[in-house]
Structures are given as structure tokens and as C-alpha cells.
């Protein structure tokens, strides 16, 4: 049993680490050759030039200023010097919401922490209960609920404190509800001109056999909604056509490296095989292998694409329809549009860079096939992870390891390694267990058939959220109780077996302990460290970049990964809410977590992750359900608790709770939650209104009548562009000269997305394109 000591040591370890891991930092961010690393946004933004351009040749890799290495910590007060408006230019409201979910957690905990501590620490500590039982413990569990006697009148003051814990925390979801509402619904009034504005997606459009699917909606849309229908784009099945061009994509890059490695060894013309993983078959010239492969690829990307436009069944059944006004938009997106219900369903569509494409293909009628088969397949992947929980449990119980394998003793009681086992051992391997599961995560959600990358992603953090709670959380007290307490199970009577559940339960504080420290602490100062990101970027740099378009896809630093990190932070507000009454000394190393990872995540969002899409804090209702989800859970496992220590005086008194927290939920969703899922036609017409008095002369239709093009035929164009830049290499086949491209950067801030590739146009460069 894991000792404050033990605790201690543990934390002094994650402490070392973090701190190493922010000195590298540190030093890594200040080397030229590193910058565009640690630096991506502000490159992507065209506000940054690479310091390895000027100066001596060291210079250009070393930083040998030493003065900047004295104040290796200043990136914390800069990373909160940025006032949150100014953040929101340059970020996005999404970053700057997703940042205030960690602010949250300080509202919450903060003053959680001073009233536990005052009040509770002293009550549990001034006992001698679990003395005088026979349960294995530590001096961690006597500052634990479990240390009180059965049936003792302290529990009030645990019950007094579980109102206390309620009322704040709701306070401060309300009030952070109400400032999310009002900030997006300003955004969105404040906000540039956007294509999703104006458009709605139209889903089910009913065959006709008299028209294509292109005329059924110019003609339903013309009568329907004559005087504010402006221009449709057919949805296509491109799929295909998607796979030919990204398979393009790798033949060029791969033509790159080889070209690349014959400039730097001209002597010997680079071979391959032709077979799998080049393991075996042919061996032939790579430069020209490759050529020979893009060649040909093109070709069939030119026919696929003709194929796709003239073939009709290619059309799926659905059109991104826009409106000349927002207020037409509005109105078309939140009403039904046809008598029957299943017919002409209409959505807001999202941005362009949002659109998952792929999944525009899927027929409508297969979607409810496709969740229900996910929701079977996500159950039976959560149920099967708990065989390595348990095994994860194993590694935190030691009085058991021992008994089973006595030869170990003398190893596993050296202080230092007993530490490292108890206190970084299990959260490091629950952490590599669950490596591979957002990926999973995301497969079952783009099979699911949602259609927007965000939607994507908050049903993904919905998912992996869902796996924390019965996986990390619920099957870590269950199994540990049985492992901790197998002896006991055994030899008491089963009446008794719901009293040593209760009194088991709170001693897990200290396996969760040790996993916010490692997952929390180390792994908070691991993202900022970025290393994989480093290598990766260093890698491509020296074997495929070749144009400035190359570098800027090298060092693309994503988004910040809604569908992980959220998750991740729900988890710490279920265990800090859980733990708040039980065992308080949780709370402070929760705290640390909500403080560090603010200041990090702040600094990343700031320098380095580029928000693919914006949803305009549409995630945030997910945000204030899972809360008030894990305070429910809270109250019951308290009341549960309770139940076990024959405080049947005090228990009643925890009923009211969840039932308070309920209705306050149904307040709050009904108050604030429709600013997150539908457009007032107020806030529509005002700004259309605003519009029209500053762009009478507004060329509207130039803006969105290729704004839902597939972003893969543009693509494809703009490889066909580039193809005799391509073919131009072929001078590779006889001489050594370097062919210099054409192509040139396309890329700003908001930059497509990686999942889409495509972006809201410019009204700017339409204007000029319209022009006389």
C-alpha cells in the first residue's frame, strides 16, 4: 500500500521529468534549424521568417546567444500576455473556448481545494477507524472518507460538503455556459463573410424521372423558396478520383526522395524492386519508375474525372443549396421542407475546410444500419479493454505481487524502485495501452457516415470519454477492489462484501494519483516538447522537401485534437468531482494539471497548432453535459458509499442532489444550448441588413457558386498544373541537372484541412476575378 512517502517520490520523479522535458524545450526552441517546429503558425500566417537564413553558417543552426538561454521560461508569460480577443483573431473562437474548459477547472477546483482542506482533512485525519479494522491502508486513506466509523454523525459534514461541491461547481457552469453563448453568438455577428453562412445541406432529394438530381433542386428550391434561392453544387462521389490523387501524391513524393538522393550521389543511378514493400521483383531505374507511375496515374485522374462529371450515377441525392441572404439560410436550415419528413432534410452545412467528403457518397438510408453497428462494435471494444486494466491493476498492488511471487520482495521494497512501481508504472502503462484508441475511435466514427470533421471529432471525444469512464475510471476501482481486498472477499460473508466495496473504493485515490501525475503532469510537458513532430518534420525536410509548398506540408502542425484532448480533461473533472468529498488530497494534484496545461495549451495554440475548421464553440453543450454527468456520478457513488458505512441518518439527505442537478441541467439546455444549434433570424437579418448598407453592388453568386466544389477537383487541376513541372524532371533520365518548379505557396491562415483540403474562397480575389 503506497504511503504519502511513496506518493511523494512518485511526484518528485513526474516533477524531474516535466522539468526536463521543458528544458529541452527550451533549448530546442531557440535552434534555428527547429524553428518552423516550434514556430509553425506564425510561418503559415507569413509573419515569421526562418532565423537559418542570415548570419555565420553556425548561426544558422545554433543559437549562440547566450543570453536567450537565461531566460529559457519566458515563453510561459508570453504565452498569457495575449488578451483573449486578440486570441480569437488569431486563433479562432474554437481554440479560445476549448482553452477556457481548463479556466473552468480552476474556477471549480480552487475553491473545492481551500474547503475540503479546512473542513474534511481534519475530520477524516482524527480517527482511528481504519486502525482498528483489519483492511489493508495507508496514511493516505486516513485522510480518506474511509477513515470515519461506521454509522458516525461526521458524515454530515461530508454531506454538507457534497451540497457545498454542487452548487459551486453548477454556479460556475452557468456562468461559463452564459459568457460561451454570448462570445459565440458575437462571433458570429462580428465575424467575416463565410460560405456556411449562406448554405444549407440538402439530404434525401427524391429521384425523379424526369430530371436529374440537379434540376430536382434548382426546380424545389425556385418554388419553394423563389425570392432567396441563389446557386446549388450537386454533391458527386468522388471517392475514387480521391484515392487515384492521393496515390499520386505518394508516387510524387516518393519521385522526390529518389531525385533528391541522386543529387547527392551522382555516381550511381538509384534501383528499386517493384514488388511488395520493394522486398522483391523487378529491378528497375526509380527516377524513371516513378515518372512512368505518375504518368499514367495522371491519366487516369483525367479520366475519372471526366467520369465522375458526366456519369449520373455519380450524383448522389443530395446539393449544398445557397441563399442570397443569411436570413434565407436560416430559415431553410431550421424548418421542414417537405410534407413528408424523410424527404428534402435540411441542415446548415459546414465550411468548406469542414466537410469530411468522403462520407457525402454514403446513401442516406444506410446511415442508421451503420451507427447501430458501431454502437455494437464500440461496446464489446470497451468491454474487452478491461482484460489490460486489470493487468494495469496488477502493477499497482504490491502486498499481492509479493504474496504471489515472494522473490521478487527484496527488489520490489527498495524504496526508490517501489516508488517508481506505485507512483509511474501503472498510469505509463494504462497511457501506452490506450496509444491506438482515438484512431479507432475515429474509423468507427467516419464509418458511422458523419459528414464534418468536427462532428467527427466530437463524436470521437463523446466515444473515447464514454471509454475513460467505464475503462480508466470504473474498471480501476473495481478491479483494484478485488485485487487489494481478495483475501478479505474470501473469508468474510457475502452480507459484508458491500462494506469492504465502500471502504475499498476510496483507497484507488492513489492509483489516479499517480495517473494524473503521469498523464497529466509528464505527458502536459511532453506535448509542448513536441518531439515526434520534430523528428518527423526534420525527416521529410531532408529526404522529400523541394519546394517552399514542400516545407509548409512538412511542418503543418494540425489542429489541437478536439477528440483526444477533451476527453482527457472530462476525465480529470469525473475523478477531481469524485474524489473531492472522498479523498481530498486528490484535488491539489488536479489543480496542477488544470494550471500547467492551461499555460501549455495556451503557448501551442498561440505558436503552433493551425484550427483546421471553425465551429464556432459548437462543442461546448457536449462540454457542460460531461460535467454535469461526472457530478451526477459523484453523488451517487457518495450516496453508495454512504450506504455501506450505516450512515442511513445522513444518506437521505444526498437524494435531493442529483435530482437539483438534473433540473439545473434542463435549464441551462434550455436557455443557452439553442445559441449552439440554431441561428436566430434576428442576428440573420441584422447582418444581412449591415451588409447590404456597406456592398450594395455585392457580387454574392461569384462567392458561393464554387465555394462546395469537391476540393479533390481542384486538386486534380492543380496536379495536371504541375504535371509538366513533373514530366519536366524526365531530363533526370539523362543528365543531372535540378529542374526548378513552378509551383509556389497557396497556402494561408486558416489553412485547409488535412482531412478535406478544402477552404473558404477569398470574396477579395473573386471580386478581382469579376472585374472587367
Known amino acids: 500500500m503506497a504511503t504519502i512517502g511513496d506518493i511523494g517520490l512518485a511526484a518528485a520523479i513526474n516533477l524531474i521529468t516535466a522539468f526536463i522535458f521543458l528544458l529541452a524545450f527550451a533549448i530546442l526552441r531557440l535552434q534555428p534549424f527547429n524553428d518552423r517546429v516550434y514556430f ?180 424545389f428550391f425556385l418554388v419553394n423558396h423563389p425570392d432567396h434561392y441563389l446557386t446549388h453544387q450537386v454533391v458527386m462521389n468522388a471517392n475514387k478520383l480521391s484515392k487515384l490523387v492521393e496515390e499520386k501524391k505518394s508516387k510524387q513524393n516518393w519521385l522526390v526522395y529518389y531525385q533528391n538522393k541522386y543529387e547527392r550521389n551522382q555516381s550511381k543511378r538509384p534501383m528499386m524492386k517493384t514488388g511488395f514493400l520493394g522486398l522483391w521483383g523487378e529491378k528497375v531505374d526509380a527516377i524513371e519508375h516513378h515518372m512512368a507511375q505518375i504518368e499514367k496515374l495522371s491519366n487516369e485522374i483525367a479520366e475519372e474525372k471526366e467520369d465522375v462529371v458526366n456519369n449520373p450515377k455519380a450524383i448522389m441525392p443530395a446539393a449544398f443549396v445557397s441563399f442570397k441572404t443569411r436570413w434565407g439560410a436560416a430559415v431553410c436550415a431550421q424548418t421542414q421542407q417537405a410534407r413528408n419528413p424523410t424527404l428534402w432534410l435540411t441542415e446548415w452545412a459546414a465550411e468548406p475546410r469542414d466537410v469530411y467528403w468522403q462520407n457525402l457518397a454514403i446513401p442516406y438510408v444506410s446511415l442508421t444500419v451503420r451507427k447501430l453497428l458501431m454502437a455494437v462494435a464500440f461496446f464489446f471494444l470497451t468491454f474487452f479493454f478491461i482484460i489490460p486494466v486489470a493487468f494495469v491493476q496488477s502493477l499497482a498492488n504490491l502486498e499481492g505481487i509479493e504474496k504471489r511471487a515472494s522473490f521478487l520482495k527484496p527488489i520490489i521494497e527498495v524504496k526508490p524502485i517501489k516508488a517508481f512501481i506505485v507512483g509511474f508504472l501503472p498510469g505509463i502503462a494504462l497511457k501506452i495501452f490506450l496509444i491506438l484508441l482515438p484512431t ?24 473515447y470519454y464514454l471509454f475513460n469512464f467505464f475503462n480508466v475510471f470504473l474498471a480501476s476501482v473495481v478491479t483494484g477492489t478485488v485485487l487489494e481486498q481478495l483475501d478479505t472477499f474470501l473469508k468474510e460473508s457475502v452480507s459484508k462484501l458491500p462494506e469492504i466495496i465502500g471502504v475499498a473504493i476510496p483507497m484507488k485515490a492513489t492509483f489516479f494519483i499517480t495517473y494524473i501525475m503521469v498523464d497529466g503532469w509528464s505527458g502536459t510537458a511532453g506535448e509542448i516538447l513536441r518531439l515526434k513532430p520534430l523528428i518527423i518534420y526534420h525527416l521529410k525536410n531532408f529526404f522529400l522537401v523541394k519546394t517552399e509548398k514542400d516545407r509548409e506540408e512538412a511542418m503543418d502542425p494540425g489542429s489541437i485534437g478536439f477528440n483526444t484532448g477533451e476527453p482527457q480533461i ?126 450594395p453592388n455585392l457580387n454574392l453568386k461569384g462567392y458561393l457558386e464554387n465555394a462546395y466544389l469537391p476540393p479533390i477537383f481542384k486538386e486534380a487541376e492543380s496536379d495536371s498544373d504541375d504535371d509538366d513541372d513533373e514530366m519536366g524532371d524526365k531530363k533526370w533520365a539523362k543528365d543531372n541537372t535540378l529542374v526548378a518548379t513552378k509551383r509556389v505557396s497557396r497556402r494561408n491562415t486558416p489553412v485547409p484541412s488535412k482531412v478535406s483540403n478544402g477552404s473558404s474562397p477569398n470574396l477579395e480575389e473573386i471580386q478581382e476575378k469579376d472585374k472587367p
Open 570 to 695: 472530462q476525465l480529470y473533472f469525473l475523478i477531481g468531482l469524485i474524489y473531492a468529498v472522498v479523498t481530498p488530497l486528490l484535488t491539489p494534484f488536479i489543480l496542477v494539471f488544470f494550471a500547467f496545461a492551461y499555460v501549455v495549451y495556451r503557448h501551442q495554440i498561440i505558436n503552433v497548432y493551425n484550427q483546421e475548421y471553425e465551429s464556432s464553440a459548437a462543442f461546448w453543450p457536449d462540454v457542460h453535459g460531461r460535467i454535469i454527468g461526472a457530478l451526477v456520478i459523484s453523488q451517487l457513488l457518495l450516496m453508495g458509499l454512504l450506504g455501506t458505512k450505516a450512515a442511513a441518518s445522513s444518506t437521505p439527505f444526498l437524494l435531493a442532489l442529483p435530482i437539483l442537478t438534473i433540473g439545473f441541467h434542463m435549464y441551462c439546455k434550455g436557455r443557452y444550448e439553442p445559441a449552439f444549434i440554431r441561428y436566430p433570424l434576428q442576428e440573420a437579418m441584422m447582418k444581412d441588413t449591415l451588409e447590404r448598407a456597406r456592398e
Open 40 to 219: 509553425p503558425k506564425w510561418y503559415l500566417k507569413g509573419l515569421r521568417s526562418s532565423p537559418a537564413t542570415s548570419g555565420s553558417f553556425v548561426s544558422k543552426f545554433v543559437n549562440l546567444d547566450y543570453r536567450s538561454y537565461l531566460r529559457f521560461l519566458n515563453w510561459m508569460p508570453d504565452a498569457l500576455r495575449m488578451p483573449e480577443p486578440e486570441l480569437i483573431d488569431h486563433a479562432g473562437l474554437d481554440s479560445a473556448v476549448y482553452l477556457r474548459i481548463y479556466l473552468l477547472g480552476l474556477k471549480v477546483f480552487i475553491p473545492i481545494l481551500f474547503l475540503t482542506w479546512a473542513i474534511l482533512v481534519p475530520i477524516n485525519w482524527t480517527n482511528d477507524w481504519l486502525k482498528d479494522s483489519e483492511a489493508n491502508y495507508s496514511n493516505i486513506d486516513k485522510l480518506s472518507i474511509s477513515n470515519i466509523p461506521q454509522g458516525s454523525h461526521r458524515f454530515y459534514a461530508h454531506v454538507v460538503m457534497s451540497y457545498a461541491v454542487t452548487f459551486w461547481t453548477c454556479y460556475a457552469l452557468k456562468k461559463e455556459y452564459e459568457t460561451v453563448a454570448l462570445m459565440r453568438l458575437h462571433f458570429l455577428q462580428s465575424e467575416k463573410r463565410r460560405p456556411d453562412q449562406f448554405t444549407v445541406l440538402v439530404k434525401n432529394v427524391p429521384p425523379d424521372a424526369d430530371e436529374t438530381v440537379s434540376e430536382a433542386v434548382e426546380h
Open 440 to 463: 479507432i475511435l475515429m474509423i468507427m466514427s467516419k464509418f458511422e457516415g458523419l459528414l464534418s470533421i468536427s462532428n467527427l471529432e466530437r463524436r470521437s471525444a463523446s466515444r
